[in-house]
């Protein structure tokens, strides 16, 4: 498996497998959750960046 050099493409796969994870398992992450959405953000800035 290889992994993305581009370091948006990467933000935005972590941020797919947890929320998916979150979604298909009902999981609560609690004080964490306030990770998720920064996630989405810095995902989204990093691709934005790197065009």
């Known amino acids: 498996m290889n992994i993305p050099k ?3 493409l990467l933000a935005l796969a972590i941020y797919l ?3 998916g ?3 298909a398992f009902n999981v609560s992450l609690g004080a964490l959750s306030i990770l998720v959405p920064i996630l989405a953000i810095v995902a989204g800035v990093l691709l934005l960046m790197e065009k």
Do not use: A, C, Q, Y
């Open 17 to 19: 497998i947890i929320v």
């Open 21 to 23: 994870f979150i979604g």
């Open 6 to 8: 581009n370091r948006g």
